[in-house]
C-alpha cells in the first residue's frame, strides 16, 4: 500500500547531489518520485540501486513539464499530497516532517517552505529577485505569500488535480499559486525552513534561475493575470493591507 504523501523532484543534471537528497528523503517519506528532465550527466543511473519511481523526459522540457508528470503520476497513484524539493541540494529533506505537520494543522492549504531563516547568506540578487515575486505574485493570486520562489512545498491533492494551469519552467509555479487562489480558494501558509546556498564549502550546480531572464517572464506572465482580474488598483490595496501568513507552530 502506497503512503498517502509523494515527494516530486523534478532534477536537470543534478548528478552532484540527487542521490544524497533522495536518501536524505527517503529518511523521512517512503515514496519518492524523480523526473529526470532530459538530464545529459547520467543524473537518473545515480538512482538505480533505490527504491525511488525514476520517470525521464528524453530531452528537456523545462521544470514546469517535470512538476506536471511527477503531479500526475502521484495523483493516478492516489496521493493525498505532494511535497516537492529541488535536486540540487538546497533545500534539507530534515523538514519533510515539518512541511507534512503544517498541512495537517492547515487542510485543504498550501503550504511553502519559506527560506525566512539566515536571508542574509542568499546572494543579493537573489533576495531582490524573491522579494520582487512576492509582490506580484501575492497581487495576481489575491493574497500575500512568504516566499513565493520557494520550490519546497506540499500541495494538497485537490491542486494536484487543477488542468490547464498555463506557465513553463518557473513561470509555471507562481501560476500554481495564483490558479489554486483563483479557481479553488487554496491560500497559502508558509513555514520557515533552512535553505543551503553555494559555496566553497557546500559545492553545488549553478542555479537554473536566471534573474533577469526569468523574473521577467514571471513578471510579465503575472501582470496579464492581474489586468485579467480586473479591479486593479483597488485589489492591490486590499492584497496589500494583508500579511503573509507563517505557521508560528512550524
Not at 523545462?62 to 493516478?76: N, Q, V
Not at 516532517?97 to 547568506?121: E, Q, S
Not at 506557465?167 to 520557515?192: K, Y
Request: charge should be positive; charged fraction near 25%; hydrophobic fraction near 40%.
Amino acid at each position: 500500500m502506497l503512503e498517502p504523501h509523494a515527494v516530486v523532484i523534478p532534477a536537470l543534471n543534478e548528478a552532484l547531489r540527487i542521490r544524497e537528497v533522495v536518501e536524505q528523503t527517503l529518511r523521512h517519506c517512503p515514496w519518492v518520485i524523480v523526473v529526470d528532465d532530459g538530464s545529459e550527466d547520467g543524473t537518473a543511473q545515480c538512482l538505480q540501486d533505490l527504491p525511488v519511481t525514476v520517470l525521464r523526459h528524453p530531452y528537456r522540457r523545462g521544470k514546469g513539464a517535470a512538476l506536471r508528470t511527477g503531479f500526475a503520476e502521484a495523483h493516478a497513484r492516489g496521493a493525498y499530497g505532494v511535497i516537492t524539493l529541488d535536486g540540487d541540494g538546497q533545500h534539507d529533506p530534515s523538514d519533510l516532517p515539518r512541511l507534512l505537520a503544517a498541512a495537517a494543522r492547515h487542510p485543504d492549504r498550501i503550504v511553502i517552505g519559506a527560506r525566512l531563516r539566515h536571508r542574509a547568506a542568499a546572494p543579493t540578487h537573489r533576495r531582490l529577485a524573491n522579494a520582487f515575486g512576492d509582490w506580484g505574485v501575492a497581487w495576481a493570486a489575491g493574497h500575500r505569500i512568504a516566499d513565493t520562489q520557494s520550490g519546497q512545498r506540499y500541495y494538497p491533492a485537490a491542486v494536484l488535480a487543477l488542468e490547464d494551469v498555463p506557465g513553463e519552467d518557473f513561470v509555471f509555479e507562481a501560476q500554481l499559486l495564483i490558479s489554486a487562489a483563483r479557481r479553488l480558494g487554496v491560500r497559502c501558509v508558509s513555514i520557515p525552513v533552512e535553505t543551503r546556498y553555494r559555496g566553497a564549502d557546500y559545492p553545488m550546480r549553478r542555479s537554473h534561475f536566471r534573474p533577469l531572464h526569468d523574473l521577467y517572464r514571471i513578471t510579465s506572465h503575472v501582470v496579464r493575470q492581474v489586468v485579467a482580474h480586473g479591479d486593479v488598483w483597488n485589489e492591490y490595496r486590499r492584497v496589500r493591507a494583508q500579511a503573509p501568513v507563517i505557521d508560528a507552530e512550524a
